[in-house]
């Protein structure tokens, strides 16, 4: 018999375009891996409904076996209304439905009493906000204050957090410059390749690449192997490597950052940042204290002669502080009492449906 | 204040790929609006969930302003979760819903109490298979005896009806072959051209391009202008003077037919049809009575010869007693009537969750 820390059911639901955690790429199954299992760590009765492939200590629930994006067989709409309303299905059985998913969820949380709670890790068209409004006053968290729209009921702002023990804090700086992630106009890969050379520092480029036709256009043709390599996906410990490798990390996002693990994942292992001031950017780094944010390529050359002014120590201290799993565990549980306790003053009230 | 026919609240949920009734292609559109108006002129009380530009004497719900293959800045997946949503937040509103959207609202059905009746219209990939399967106790509709998959809960084949005051019945033969529809594979326009030039007989071809790759590969290089006419697509009125000049309709399908509205169409206006043997289209003609099943375009033109063996009453005949819209409609009664009177049992019974 499992003794929770208290009588509250979550379900959790995953996306289902890559496996929880995810082999490599795929950030919203990362957080919501990071997440479940902080709070099953905790003592929290966590569902989680994911790919049949994922490896959780919570219980699985899976409708899925694999994730779209890793088996071309599999249709995504289909297996996502599938996956969405096999959840739903089970609504009784749970006190809260924390959906990672996106929108579909919520034009199925009106038809259960459950209350949804949903993480927005990103609107990714336009198209989607007419959904979201509709559905405005079901609760929300934000990834940044920044990533927020108007008119949304939100609780909170949570940051992802970051397994520390993932990576190792170095005083001593390496000699490299370093950009990466998924590969796509939006990260400004090119931007840091120019920032690089104008700098005369050599730039590794590391990630999955998400957008082929930008990587061959702007990208492969600037690889030299030697002041500009890319070293393709790493794994856990292959960043670390290279993070040890780093003089600094350049993030030249051109489009406002949601959130940025990149940027606390850098910190982390004592790595200062520059980084474009857009979007979640000035929230993830502190300005002239664990890095510098700047407005295009000639801005950043001179911020990294200015690197030698951070200390790599409040770089770490300001992950310890802000971006750790343990911190976006916690403030989770937050947000859930909350939505606990407002729940139950709307059956107090008799307002609930 | 309205009189209606009976107590019971129908929910009626068109694509909205299309406006309903659509104003040119949308063959799915088309049968919910001849439904609805249908039931609407009997005295039922019907509220249509379509696009908001559709045209009923039903109530129209309608979240969608215009079809997402009419305007392209409307994403399909989008418009579809909040099209489907809206229906199901009302279903305690309604006696029974009557869907014909495909597989989406199955997954929102087991959410709510009211039953609901799906109008399989074709099953479009055997991807969508594994939802029907889920939902296989759910209540079916097939459109033709042939057009069934295993397993499901089929009340009723109930074919599709046609307005028999939209087709003109001539005594006298037209002397042009005539294939008509979506222009696609599918539906073999390229085997009734090579009939049509084996019969050395002319061939009208109209309708909606679909694809265009097939129309410019295989059908384009062939027009001649004279032999061999490609017209566009038609209006009501348009089909209807393309058929008194018809001899004979090819239906050359080359994967089974679901129903098949061209082949009743064409016997409406007293064109015998030419069909390939494949799916429904041996329900839908009577062999050797109101045209011929073929297996190929040998067989094709052989039957092209004895077309002048055909009563032309005989196929206007067929269409009356089987396929108009007032039995169309009178079945899909009985299916409601048959399905009230098993909830009521289901409620007697204690059986409904």
């Given at each position: 018999?499992?003794?929770?820390?208290?009588?509250?059911?979550?379900?959790?639901?995953?996306?289902?375009?890559?496996?929880?955690?995810?082999?490599?790429?795929?950030?919203?199954?990362?957080?919501?891996?990071?997440?479940?299992?902080?709070?099953?760590?905790?003592?929290?009765?966590?569902?989680?409904?994911?790919?049949?492939?994922?490896?959780?200590?919570?219980?699985?629930?899976?409708?899925?076996?694999?994730?779209?994006?890793?088996?071309?067989?599999?249709?995504p709409r289909i297996v996502?209304?599938?996956?969405?309303?096999?959840?739903?299905?089970?609504?009784?059985?749970?006190?809260?439905?924390?959906?990672?998913?996106?929108?579909?969820?919520?034009?199925?949380?009106?038809?259960?009493?459950?209350?949804?709670?949903?993480?927005?890790?990103?609107?990714?068209?336009?198209?989607?906000?007419?959904?979201?409004?509709?559905?405005?006053?079901?609760?929300?968290?934000?990834?940044?204050?920044?990533?927020?729209?108007?008119?949304?009921?939100?609780?909170?702002?949570?940051?992802?957090?970051?397994?520390?023990?993932?990576?190792?804090?170095?005083?001593?700086?390496?000699?490299?410059?370093?950009?990466?992630?998924?590969?796509?106009?939006?990260?400004?890969?090119?931007?840091?390749?120019?920032?690089?050379?104008?700098?005369?520092?050599?730039?590794?480029?590391?990630?999955?690449?998400?957008?082929?036709?930008?990587?061959?256009?702007?990208?492969?043709?600037k690889v030299d192997g030697?002041?500009?390599?890319?070293?393709?996906?790493?794994?856990?410990?292959?960043?670390?490597?290279?993070?040890?490798?780093?003089?600094?990390?350049?993030?030249?996002?051109?489009?406002?950052?949601?959130?940025?693990?990149?940027?606390?994942?850098?910190?982390?292992?004592?790595?200062?940042?520059?980084?474009?001031?857009?979007?979640?950017?000035?929230?993830?780094?502190?300005?002239?204290?664990?890095?510098?944010?700047?407005?295009?390529?000639?801005?950043?050359?001179?911020?990294?002669?200015?690197?030698?002014?951070?200390?790599?120590?409040?770089?770490r201290k300001r992950v310890?502080?802000?971006?750790?799993?343990?911190?976006?565990?916690?403030?989770?549980?937050?947000?859930?009492?909350?939505?606990?306790?407002?729940?139950?003053?709307?059956?107090?009230?008799?307002?609930?449906?």
């Amino acid at each position: 018999m499992h003794h929770y820390v208290n009588d509250k059911h979550i379900a959790m639901i995953s996306p289902v375009a890559w496996r929880t955690p995810p082999r490599a790429y795929g950030a919203w199954e990362t957080v919501v891996s990071n997440l479940t299992e902080g709070l099953v760590a905790k003592g929290w009765d966590v569902t989680l409904f994911a790919t049949a492939d994922s490896i959780t200590n919570a219980k699985l629930s899976a409708i899925v076996s694999r994730g779209y994006e890793e088996d071309k067989s599999v249709d995504p709409r289909i297996v996502s209304c599938l996956h969405i309303s096999e959840v739903f299905e089970h609504a009784n059985s749970f006190d809260l439905i924390h959906n990672h998913f996106d929108y579909l969820p919520l034009t199925y949380s009106r038809l259960v009493s459950t209350p949804m709670l949903t993480t927005i890790h990103g609107f990714s068209s336009h198209q989607i906000l007419p959904v979201y409004n509709k559905y405005k006053n079901n609760y929300y968290v934000s990834i940044s204050d920044s990533d927020r729209v108007e008119g949304l009921n939100y609780l909170a702002t949570v940051y992802n957090g970051i397994k520390l023990s993932d990576f190792t804090y170095t005083d001593i700086p390496g000699d490299t410059l370093l950009a990466y992630g998924r590969i796509h106009p939006d990260k400004g890969f090119h931007l840091a390749i120019d920032a690089a050379k104008k700098s005369g520092l050599p730039l590794v480029i590391a990630g999955y690449i998400q957008d082929k036709h930008y990587f061959e256009e702007k990208i492969a043709s600037k690889v030299d192997g030697e002041n500009i390599k890319y070293v393709g996906t790493v794994s856990v410990e292959g960043r670390d490597k290279l993070l040890k490798q780093a003089y600094a990390v350049l993030h030249m996002n051109t489009i406002p950052e949601r959130f940025g693990l990149v940027m606390a994942e850098s910190m982390a292992a004592g790595v200062p940042v520059v980084a474009m001031d857009l979007g979640s950017c000035r929230e993830v780094i502190s300005d002239g204290r664990t890095g510098f944010l700047v407005n295009g390529v000639d801005e950043a050359v001179k911020a990294i002669k200015k690197i030698p002014e951070i200390s790599r120590q409040a770089c770490r201290k300001r992950v310890e502080e802000k971006f750790t799993l343990e911190t976006m565990v916690k403030n989770y549980e937050k947000v859930y009492n909350k939505i606990f306790k407002l729940e139950e003053k709307k059956i107090q009230g008799g307002v609930r449906a």
